[in-house]
């Protein structure tokens, strides 16, 4: 039986994110505890050794999981929880949940993996820098003008200052917020743009939505953990 290790984790230090919408012009400040973010991507090969499933359209070992909706990066979330014994971050209510996720709960108690909140995910992106992206686009991201329109390995591109590598373009990643209730119910959020988007998608402030039950070869998502006292 092969070795099994643990995802490598980046410790980031608490503090504040500003997110912003351009569509309602509202922006919001979220102060933050410290958590754990993993450096990119989940891959396909750390998601099939944990599922024993291959739901990805361009297969490949080192490539970021895609088609994977948002209740399948819960359950992946879970599964990887118990496998490396921690406990399991989310609740699910039934034994399958609701395709629209509402039956799922965080317990923040629980010390496994999970998805970031969307501020989580932008406070790493950013990693202190101020401007729409951590770096020159050509240098930091796989997206339409460089991508050759197709998915690319992880960790291909510069990281941002914190290690942080694809975190804009490559895949779009999954949050584990709502986006608007009051107008889209329970579409999730959707975050860093991918490899078929345009530059202006590929920004730390922009923000997409989707249904939780939505799969495409263009999103996939990254893990955290919280740190527990």
Known sequence: ???????????????????????????????????????HPVTQALYTEVTGLRPSAAQGAGLPVESVSWGDAVRFCNALSRRDGYAPVYRLRADGFRADGEDVE???????????????????????????RYGPLDEVAWYRGNSDERIREVGGRRPNPWGFHDML????????????????????????????????SCRASVRRRSHPTFRVDDIGFRIARSVLR
């Open 169 to 200: 373009g490559n895949v779009w990643e999954w949050c584990w917020d709502v986006y608007d209730a009051e107008v889209y119910g329970t579409y999730r959020v959707l975050r860093g743009g991918g490899w078929f988007d345009e530059h202006w």
């Open 106 to 132: 965080w317990d923040a108690a629980a010390n496994g993996y999970r998805l970031p909140t969307e501020a989580e995910w932008e406070y790493a992106c950013r990693a202190g820098t101020t401007g729409p």
């Open 1 to 39: 039986m092969g070795t099994r290790t643990e995802p490598e984790m980046i410790a980031v230090p608490p503090g504040r994110a500003v997110l912003s919408d351009r569509r309602t012009r509202r922006s919001w400040e979220v102060g933050l505890a410290p958590y754990l973010l993993t450096p």
